[in-house]
């Protein structure tokens, strides 16, 4: 699908706020809603549009610590990577999962818990349980510099 201004800037709005009316939506991008709509439609039946989300403010449900933790693994074989990925695809506390290239690490995951005592748990009581671990790096964020979930739209 070729995007055009209007999907463009549609897409964008819709990022920073999924819960925008097709009327407010439509006045933004000075669009009649109809049109404005059946856009908004499109880009959904495309799969530009993956899914409308709700995000949390972590702070005020006690979720303070973030770890990437790298995760080593002891093959490399498909079969491995798949059991690995589909036992952290359980784990509320990850949020990201990648298969990563140039590190010595094979993963890296994105998790969220409350505090470092949880974490140990997590650590010990699950990661480090899973068939094929071999070694974890921790490292924890001390501040967010940049949090944003939009996408970038300029190159489109």
Do not use: W
Request: charged letters at 25%; glycine letters at 4%.
């Amino acid at each position: 699908m070729k995007l055009d201004t209007m999907d463009r800037r549609i897409l964008d709005e819709m990022q920073k706020n999924a819960r925008i009316s097709n009327l407010d939506l439509a006045d933004k991008i000075g669009l009649s809603p109809s049109p404005c709509s059946r856009r908004v439609k499109q880009l959904e039946d495309e799969g530009l549009i993956d899914r409308h989300v709700t995000l949390l403010n972590q702070a005020k449900l006690q979720l303070k610590l973030i770890a990437l933790i790298q995760v080593s693994m002891d093959l490399h074989t498909p079969e491995r990577f798949e059991a690995f990925e589909a036992q952290v695809r359980n784990y509320p506390e990850v949020l990201e999962c990648y298969l990563i290239t140039g590190q010595a690490a094979d993963y890296l995951l994105k998790v969220i818990v409350p505090d470092m005592e949880y974490y140990q748990a997590f650590l010990l009581g699950k990661l480090t349980r899973i068939p094929g671990v071999s070694g974890v790096q921790s490292s924890f964020v001390l501040r967010k510099a940049v949090d944003t979930t939009a996408l970038p739209l300029g190159h489109l």
